[in-house]
């Protein structure tokens, strides 16, 4: 296992003020995602017409995926109950592979931070991604019950509400968990991101949490795994205290919420940017991911270094954090529009190599190459069967 600070994502730069989201940006993208939903629809209605009784996705079982604040209190609260009920289901992960794996949930943990270095600013960035949230939530349906759609975080509306004021992040009984404790001050240290001979660090600032959640679902979990390369104030990155990021490093959950990266890297405009703007999947997959060398880490960067704290300024533990899952329920939803614009050239473009930016060099990236999760889930899947949200194994959509 080959593990490196490249991973804390190299997205180097200046930070540049961006356009101020504005509520036509957000309407837009809401239009969008209608429009995608009706196609979704129309197609399914057209297959079953022409084929019916055959295939695996239907109107009747279609699932469709929400934003948190939809649900209602009690749809959030199953969730959650969901999660925790993961986080004390014993892990299938052998404890030879990774020593700190204790539960469910943290087989996902271990199962990200073992492929981090193929799996981001690859060809199957997107298509390993969904698959892994795909995964992640038939675990809460199937072990544990969960009636429910996978929720995502739609970060246009906390840039534009704030966070704290977020039904995801209020710190409410329904939330998945405010902020940490307040350990940060003004005197507190940026966190810097990559940085190399060629490309200086890019540093974002820190808000005014940084320590143990202290309120809701999540305020008495325990991270059991890593730290890789924890991106920590002052420009330090912290490391696993033994050498091995998959042994018991038993610790609470960390946040700091930053309102600043949010607005900045997250917001509607750059959502709505990120969809009409680039016109071929790796130009897509770049600007999601920070260009680097841009000073802009894109909105994936973006979302995760919002949630700040430990695991989320750590790349490769950030499933740590059980709020991952409802942002790159947004990243796969993004995708989903993007592919909806034009899918006769998107729906199985891919681009890419099979390393971190071709980092050792490798062969590019093909529909049949396979996805595979070690311990956490199955089966192993090839990326063709992974294009489309009602192809395959999957039957969803989103609202």
Not at 1 to 11: C, D, K
Not at 280 to 289: G, K, P
């Given at each position: 296992?080959?593990?490196?600070?490249?991973?804390?994502?190299?997205?180097v730069g200046s930070l540049t003020a961006s356009a101020a989201p504005t509520s036509g940006d957000d309407s837009t993208v809401a239009n969008l995602a209608k429009q995608a939903y009706d196609q979704a629809?129309?197609?399914?209605?057209?297959?079953?017409?022409?084929?019916?009784?055959?295939?695996?996705?239907?109107?009747?079982?279609?699932?469709?995926?929400?934003?948190?604040?939809?649900?209602?209190?009690?749809?959030?609260?199953?969730?959650?109950?969901?999660?925790?009920?993961?986080?004390?289901?014993p892990a299938l992960t052998p404890s030879s592979v990774a020593p700190g794996a204790k539960s469910r949930f943290d087989d996902f943990v271990a199962t990200h931070i073992n492929?981090?270095?193929?799996?981001?600013?690859?060809?199957?960035?997107?298509?390993?991604?969904?698959?892994?949230?795909?995964?992640?939530?038939?675990?809460?349906?199937?072990?544990?019950?969960?009636?429910?759609?996978?929720?995502?975080?739609?970060?246009a509306k906390t840039a534009h509400t704030g966070l704290a004021a977020s039904p995801i992040f209020d710190g409410s009984e329904t939330s998945m968990s405010g902020n940490g404790a307040s350990v940060y001050t003004d005197d507190t240290g940026d966190i810097a991101l990559g940085g190399s001979p060629d490309l200086p660090p890019l540093y974002l600032p820190t808000g005014n949490g940084g320590g143990c959640v202290?309120?809701?679902?999540?305020?008495?979990?325990?991270?059991?795994?890593?730290?890789?390369?924890?991106?920590?104030?002052?420009?330090?990155?912290?490391?696993?205290?033994?050498?091995?990021?998959?042994?018991?490093?038993?610790?609470?959950?960390?946040?700091d919420l930053v309102d600043a990266v949010n607005q900045r890297f997250a917001n509607a405009s750059s959502v709505l940017s990120l969809i009409l703007k680039p016109?071929?999947?790796?130009?897509?997959?770049?600007?999601?991911?920070?260009?680097?060398?841009?000073g802009d880490i894109g909105v994936h960067g973006g979302g995760h270094y919002t949630l700040g704290g430990d695991p989320g300024n750590d790349v490769y533990v950030s499933?740590?954090?059980p709020a991952f899952y409802l942002h790159h329920g947004n990243i796969d939803r993004v995708w989903w529009i993007w592919q909806s614009l034009s899918p006769k050239d998107r729906q199985n473009a891919i681009a890419g190599t099979r390393t971190f930016l071709n980092n050792p060099p490798s062969a590019n990236g093909t529909l049949?190459?396979?996805?595979?999760?070690?311990?956490?889930?199955?089966?192993?899947?090839?990326?063709?069967?992974?294009?489309?949200?009602?192809?395959?194994?999957?039957?969803?959509?989103?609202?």
């Open positions: 296992m080959r593990f490196s600070l490249l991973a804390t994502t190299a997205l629809h129309e197609a399914l209605s057209s297959e079953q017409k022409r084929n019916p009784g055959e295939g695996s996705c239907s109107l009747k079982n279609l699932r469709v995926r929400r934003e948190w604040g939809s649900l209602s209190k009690k749809e959030r609260k199953a969730y959650t109950k969901a999660v925790q009920c993961l986080q004390e289901k492929q981090t270095l193929t799996i981001h600013y690859t060809a199957n960035f997107l298509s390993w991604h969904r698959y892994y949230t795909w995964l992640y939530e038939e675990a809460l349906r199937e072990e544990c019950g969960y009636k429910g759609d996978q929720p995502y975080w739609d970060w202290e309120s809701g679902p999540f305020k008495d979990m325990t991270v059991n795994l890593g730290p890789v390369a924890l991106s920590a104030p002052g420009g330090v990155t912290v490391t696993p205290p033994t050498g091995n990021p998959l042994d018991h490093n038993p610790r609470c959950l960390k946040r016109q071929n999947i790796y130009d897509f997959q770049m600007q999601m991911q920070g260009i680097p060398g841009s499933p740590g954090d049949d190459d396979l996805i595979e999760f070690d311990y956490a889930a199955g089966p192993a899947r090839p990326i063709k069967d992974l294009m489309s949200t009602i192809r395959g194994p999957f039957c969803y959509v989103y609202l």
